[in-house]
């Protein structure tokens, strides 16, 4: 019993040493079906393709630096103030973006938990007012970037991060969901038109 027990605890430790020295792609649950009325099949994948690549450069990049066992967090901070870590840094930080993305994303209809809601109405007033002041700096992003909420200096906050920028940047920033406004998020749905893509992920 003990035995089987330590190989268990052995194994998960491996797991663990794999998981942060390799980035892989995160299990994107819709991404043989989309989501529908927001983000088609084929939007998805194709946007997956470039994520992937993402993975594939970031995990070459890593190699033979401080942060082969580190965990992403600590490579993105890490990695965002030296220019000869600027490739590595926009491979990493965009890695941890779109997975972010993915996640916050989903085909399955969910409402706030109470706490979400209430921490919402402390910060923002209410979900309307979170909505509206979501959607306002995303439509401000002129420049393909991120628009989060984040739980940052004891409140909730909605920071926009530009290119392949990190809100880890911040310092004891919790990000909580994204939105992806590179062209390439909404271009083969929804031409050039940003804002239909910001409104339908807010209903
Ligand atoms: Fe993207």
Redesign the pocket.
């Known amino acids: 019993m003990f035995s089987r027990i330590v190989v268990r605890v052995q194994r998960t430790a491996f797991a663990d040493i794999q998981k942060r020295f390799k980035y892989t792609l995160p299990d994107v649950p819709y991404a043989t079906t989309g989501i529908s009325n927001f983000l088609s099949q084929n939007s998805v994948s194709e ?1 997956l393709k ?2 992937k690549l993402d993975v594939e450069r970031a995990n070459n990049l890593i190699q033979r630096t401080p942060w082969e066992n580190t965990t992403i967090n600590q490579a993105i901070v890490q990695s965002s103030t030296s220019r000869e870590d600027a490739p590595f840094f926009e491979a990493a930080s ?1 890695h941890f ?2 997975s972010f ?1 993915w996640r916050s994303i989903t085909d399955v209809k969910q409402t706030p938990s109470v706490y979400m809601k209430k921490a919402v109405e402390i910060d923002f007033g209410s979900f309307k007012d979170f909505q509206i002041k979501f959607s306002q700096n995303a439509s401000a992003l002129n420049v393909p970037g991120f628009t989060w909420l984040v739980f940052h200096d004891k409140a909730l906050k909605i920071v926009n991060t530009f290119g392949n920028g990190s809100p880890l940047e911040l310092r004891n920033c919790h990000p909580i969901l994204c939105l ?1 406004l ?1 062209e ?2 909404y271009i083969s749905d929804y031409q050039s038109n940003k804002n239909v893509n910001i409104n339908i992920i807010l209903l």
Do not use: A, E
């Open positions: 946007h470039l994520h965009s973006n779109h993305f992806d590179f390439h998020s």
